[in-house]
């Protein structure tokens, strides 16, 4: 079992920036990969970003490119920092723990294996 606890989230003006925080517990030796995904209301859940412990390359969806930052330490916590935002942004922002590997990037949720509760965002125009 892994444990995931995102915090970070809140209200903030378009322009703006916010750091999120995931921290994992558990069995977090056996993951391969950390993600963050966002869901709006009435929308689907959505790939944002994501990073794998061993080498740390990462991945992004095109709409944060160049504007959200993933990152890790070496405590077993995963950040998302996410600057220029834009109200299309609001969503509730999920952590996700990945326990298998894949070649591709790990933009789906159903390579995931563990999900945070979600923190909200929420981008006033």
């Known amino acids: 079992q892994v444990q995931l606890v995102e915090s970070g989230g809140g209200l903030v003006q378009a322009g703006g920036s916010l750091r999120l925080s995931c921290a994992a517990s558990?069995?977090?030796?056996?993951?391969?990969?950390m993600g963050w995904f966002r869901q709006a209301p009435g929308k689907e859940r959505e790939f944002v970003s994501a990073?794998?412990?061993?080498?740390?390359?990462t991945y992004y969806a095109d709409s944060v490119k160049g504007r959200f930052t993933i990152s890790r330490n070496n405590a077993n916590t995963v950040y998302l920092q996410m600057n220029s935002l834009k109200p299309e942004n609001t969503a509730v922002y999920y952590c996700a723990a990945g326990m298998s590997y894949y070649s591709g990037g790990y933009y789906y949720a159903d390579e995931y294996d563990y999900w945070g509760q979600g923190t909200q965002v929420t981008v006033s125009s």
């Open positions: 990073i794998r412990w061993s080498g740390g390359r």
């Open positions: 558990g069995r977090t030796f056996s993951s391969y990969v």
